[in-house]
């Protein structure tokens, strides 16, 4: 029959004058109800190309090139001789050590007193209205400008007037750290001051961790017989353990590419010992200008953060667990 | 550096140099001749003569050419500088000039950007292609924002703006690559700072501060008072090491600069300064100075009771603090940074220059603003109303360039024992440096052990 | 050993009164069933018992030892939740023992025995290392009761755990609890929504309506002897059929329907008031084909049947009544549309005062009370 074969073929041959029209929308909305799932994702999509795949190959790319910031358009192909230089680079282990004690002392600190906060102002033990107050008082910090985080923290680690110092002196610790001053107790300023960052955000996590947990599973132990210490060890804390999980590879991730508070607290002193791949990283490029370096420090930068995402899954078992 | 190409252009801007002479009530040539006087030989005066003969030959053919370029529309001339004592009332006479003389209704931005964060940001925007039309420059830094290949040049202009009257440590920075790339604006001295009370009160006398390094610890031992005052106290970074190496007779570079010289032997005494301060005579703070942004407010605050060597720019961040002048100069002691015994005392200079972009929408303009800024008469003026020394030898002897300069004979005195830096290899020879001695403040490394190894890799990378 | 005696107590959430003022006592091995609507405070009342709620006022005590201020996990309770409230993360196995790993001074190898042998009660020892999420509803009630009784509490709270489980396993869960909790000879309180699942387990049920206790008794009592109006519509199924009316000490009881539908029943009640509201079972209204005379007949068609297995449900709509429903053997031959007479029998009358709802005690008239009466009229 014709009808079938143009039912089959063209759009333009279906049906009689009066149907083709009608048939002509139905085909488009179908055609584009079919894809709509694509079409709402695009713009997304495009973004992350545009804001976030591009840039990362063009950072490649620049790795692979020797290129001073003032003049990026002088560029001299000199291939894997970035990461050759900085490999070889006893200055680099350095970093990467200072990288490894300053991410996981942040990350521990932060994850733990983050949850544990979250678990004291979840259960109704401060009451709900002091809780409240509380828990949106904590976000400040996470609120706060890196910049200022990293002016209010020298301020408060100044060795001689500050109220870190003041507090300890007070408690009777007659010479108190030089914190930032001090090659021994810089990292130790900074660690605490991302903790206090940082802090808020793994609150607000494990806050929301916590309200995934029945109500009915806490009165099961508590009928039990379980202590308070003991619910929180054998009912909250595992069924956290996603939550913690997630927390704990975006706080690394995070915390791997702070250099901002570091910057304005210490510039990566005293003696480097506070300097951090995303620090190095930012002085290579806006202080010695060397862009190529810098890109290839971030490649390498990117490669840890990928690297201690699959370190994390392995870790707790799996990605089923994380999501 | 000069061409006949170059020549024929530079009478436009000499032109307009009259024009900005006349309304100051000097002459360019009174100008060129009082500099030519102060400071060069008889041979200039005869090139500066010469040059002025194309000078009127072209003039008609450069109004033209400024009408083509530069005429109707409006232009917003950014000027960034140093967070200090320059500001934007200074510069905007000029701009004024600027509009008589053109069509383009000319204004000024005016940005000031704190000194730790200038040359980064910069040399960002100059990356990005989004640099301004002026800039007041380190001149520790022109050498990398030469290589951008975007500073604007004064070669035709030379003669003009009499180019040997600037000190000569100044000539090495801003003449990069045989391009005259800056003019130099102001310079300054490093020296000892004190606590006249804190004297008084140890019982010292504070208008004989000590001489020698030896006095100097001896002194600083009796006003050691920790932890509200310590004895002395200063940032350990290669620019303020240059005072001591320069006192022990040393340098940074061998002459021809291919080569460091600083692990040599005065470069070690210089070191062991530091050494001694932080690990020896424990007349320091408990741990060393390695950022410099706060310390000024500490000193001043009273938290060291000298340093041994600060730049002249410490009365900024004492109005800052909220000193007037007159408290300035009674609570506290400016002098020569101690040296060793048998030595000559000494200073580092340094200063800033002013460079402008080549690739601005109107270059016309904004050299001819450069040319009128670096005249003699508006050198003279800024150096007397923010109180910062000139560069030109010219001016050093007229009394209202020192009007508003804080403890003016002391650094008078200074003047005849400057000497500068290596400023075109500086960020590696400071780079290096600045790790190795505060790895001997630190006491993690002797001083002679950190200074080779800082050496050898200078030597790498010169 | 383990009586639960309550006494005065009331809770109160800010304005709500959830329960108010219980008193009674729960005696040692009683299976107490809890019963009521939705809201009425039942669960309320079963969480103060296990110390997930304090009282507001009144106290409460396990054997001779008063509890109110000891805390949940000291009364030695046992909770069995609505929604099992099993552990997601752990094991059967470590669900059983958990109550028991909380308490420091076991032994492992105690603590396996005795979730072994908790399983082998319940029939579930080969699901011990599964999963609890790969436990059908049935399961999960089993282990949920396991890890209760593991501990050999001193009472035994069961807050409506049939109620997430389909009609067969509720039937068969429901002999089981009684027979296991009759084995543990455990005081027990169960709560329930369900007034059959009442009737069917408990030794005596409460029936608690807006905090307050309607009526405490053996089913039986409750069923027959509804202690209000609440009661008697709360329990069986289907509702009693109650009725308005008029009652003078002359006549007895009439039912005043449009139309000539009248129905007197020939009892004689003390009330203070004429007006009352009658009750009588679909169970107790007797039933005749065709019309047949007399007052205490009422004659209407059937509006419709319901079909109910061994039983048939007759429903009348007389003009001017409530609904009345008469409960038949499936077998006999009442169809929709028949006209037949019901009359309500006067023993199995109940009689409600209209406004307060109470009950009132109604005088069965033998014959010589009857044959009195005319002597009366």
Redesign the interface.
Known sequence: MSDDQSYLSTLDDIAGPEGQPMSRSERLYEAVDSRLPYIMIAPVFLMVIGLILYPAVWAFKLSLYETQIVNLDDQTFVGLQHYVDILTDPFFYKIMKNSAVFVGASVIGQVAIGTALAILLDRSWLGDRIARFFRASYILPWATTAVIVGYSWTFMLNPRVGLVNEFLRFLGWANPPAWINSLEWAMAGVVIMNIWRGTPFSLIFQTSGLQSIQETLYEAANVGGASTLQTVRHVTLPLLRPFILMNLILVTLFTFNVFGMILVMTGGGPLNATNVLALYMYEMAFDLGNFGKASALAVLLFGFNVLTVAFYLKAFGGIKQAV | MRDSDRSVRSPVDRRRFITTAGVAGVTLLAGCGGGDSDGGGGQETTEAAADAEPADQTDTEAAGGQTDTASGGTFTLEYVDVDGDRAAEHFQPVIDELNSEYDTQISLNFREIPYDNM??QL??R??AGDEPDVAAIDQIWLG??Y????LMTFNDVQDQVNFDDYFAGFQDAIVQDDDFVAFPITTDVRGMYWHKSAFEDAGLDPDSPPETWSAFYEAAAQLHNP?ETYGTGLIVAAGIYSVPLFGAGGQFLSDDGSAPTFQEEPGVQAATVIDDIHNNEEIG???????GS?FPQEFLNG?YATTPVYGSWMDFFGRNEGFSNEELLNQFGFGLTPHPEGSEPATMNGGFGWAAFGTTEQPEIVKDFMIRISDKEFNRKIARETGRIPTRQSLLDADEVWENILWEEEIKGMLEYGSTRPVNNW?VVS?ELT?AL??VA?D?QEPQEALQQAADAVSSQL | MSTIRLDHVTKRFAEVTAVDDVHFEIEDGELLVLVGPSGCGKTTLLRTIAGLETPTEGDVSLGDRRVTDVPARKRDVALVFQSFALFPHMTVRENISFNLRMQDNLAGDEIDERVVETAEMLDIEELLDRAISELSGGQKQRVSLGRAIVTNPAAFMLDEPLANLDANLRDQMETEIVRLQKRLDITTVHVTHNQSEAMTMGDRIAVMNDGQIQQIGDPEEVFYEPANRFIAEFIGSPTMNLLSATHSRGTGIEIDGADGHMLTIPVTVTAPRSRVTVGCRPEHVVVEHGRVSGSEWLTDEVAFTEFHGASKYLFLEPEGLDQIVVHVDSNSDYEQGDLVSVRFSPAEVHVFDAESGQRIEADVPDDAERSSEPVER
């Open positions: 040359k980064q040399l960002t100059v990356g990398e924002f290589q951008s290949g975007k932890p703070p408990p741990e060393p100075v390695t950022g706060g938290q960020s780079e790790p505060q790895a630190f993690r």
